[in-house]
């Protein structure tokens, strides 16, 4: 199979294209930077092909003889943070996907895997996991990277309806692993927690999962996922207190026992953010990011279970491999006496 990767150098996005090359398939991969992309990915035997999601024609004749297309590029990182990120939004999660699904479609590209986020379904009405039948949650529509993926997926719907183009869509969790260099927001969570930097635990939690179990899942989509269809790759439902008791064993350090209630964690996140714009810094914790883990959404992965094979390994192990990684790449700011890791 040959194929093409955005996003190549983000979390998810170089655990594919690894994935991808451990199977023995040809992999392009799409960075902004070809010397990060060489540093990441230059013992895969990628392919790197330097360009811009919001510059979709600069790469397109990159996508010559692919047979698919796996689309992990995504504003999502920065969103997390103050001011008003919806033009970014727009024009890279929106625009630039529906460009590059065209640019895909016009070059003859068969199949186009689209990575949107479980964060865009609901609960059921009984309060049960949603699935990928459960409409949007309404976080999904003031958390504005969700409404970017809703938005982006109905317009999807629309081209492939139109052109014939061979969609399917990959909603994960919230993603951990090994990778997570940038870092994303549960990467920070996990060098916070290292370097001592979590003096309480947030309130809320989510369905999360180890990218790299993300990664398989979206080859096997790409083998024999039904065009035009949804697939929930979710993991299991964790509190954050769950992540920081999991973070305990697997890296011997002790981590916070005190709980922020939600209304502190709402104001305080309020007021990080009001500091933020005032001094042009950044905030590690945002009202979007608050909110979300308050939503307490949790889904379900049964369908990817069934109809792809999709299995996915517990969060204790994905956590023990990450810190492992952060500590062998020298990213783990962690104070002097560490103790030595819990492994019952």
């Known amino acids: 199979m040959k194929t093409f ?12 294209v690894r994935a991808l090359r ?4 040809s992999a392009r991969a799409l960075v902004r ?14 392919e790197l092909v330097v360009g811009d999601m919001e510059d979709v024609p600069g790469f397109a004749g990159a996508l010559d003889g692919v047979d698919v297309v796996f689309h992990t590029a995504a504003y999502f990182r920065e969103y997390y943070g ?3 990120h919806w033009p970014k939004l727009e024009a890279i999660n929106v625009r630039g996907t529906l460009a590059l699904a065209e640019a895909a479609r016009a070059r003859g590209v068969k199949r186009l895997i689209d990575t949107s986020s479980s964060g865009t379904i609901g609960l059921k009405p009984d309060g049960s996991p949603g699935d990928e039948e459960t409409p949007p949650a309404p976080l999904a529509k003031t958390n504005l990277y969700f409404k970017s993926k809703v938005l982006a997926a109905a317009q999807l719907q629309q081209l492939a309806a139109r052109t014939g183009l061979d969609v399917v869509q990959i909603l994960p969790g919230w993603m951990f692993g090994p990778g997570d260099g940038a870092p994303t927001g549960s990467g920070q969570l996990v060098l916070d927690f290292l370097a001592g930097k979590l003096p309480a635990i947030p309130p809320g939690g989510t369905s999360a999962v180890d990218a790299r179990d993300v990664a398989l899942g979206m080859i096997r989509a790409a083998e024999r996922g039904r065009a035009g269809e949804k697939y929930i790759l979710g993991g299991d439902f964790v509190t954050l207190a769950d992540v920081i008791r999991m973070l305990e064993k697997v890296s011997g350090r002790s981590g916070p026992r005190a709980r922020i209630p939600y209304p502190v964690a709402f104001v305080y996140a309020a007021v990080s953010e009001l500091w933020a714009k005032l001094t042009g810094g950044e905030t590690l914790v945002t009202l979007e990011a608050v909110r979300m883990m308050q939503a307490r959404l949790a889904v379900t992965s049964a369908k990817a279970e069934h109809e792809l094979g999709w299995k996915h390994r517990p969060l204790r ?3 023990a491999d990450e810190v492992a990684w952060y500590r062998t790449q020298g990213l ?4 002097a006496a560490r103790a030595t890791a819990v492994t019952a």
């Open 33 to 46: 930077s070809k010397e990060k992309g060489q540093r990441q990915l230059g013992d895969t035997g990628a």
């Open 82 to 84: 103050s001011g008003n």
């Open 22 to 25: 451990a199977e023995g398939h």
């Open 317 to 319: 192990e994905t956590l």
């Open 5 to 16: 990767v955005t996003g190549a150098t983000g979390l998810l996005g170089r655990n594919l």
């Open 332 to 335: 783990a700011a962690e104070p």
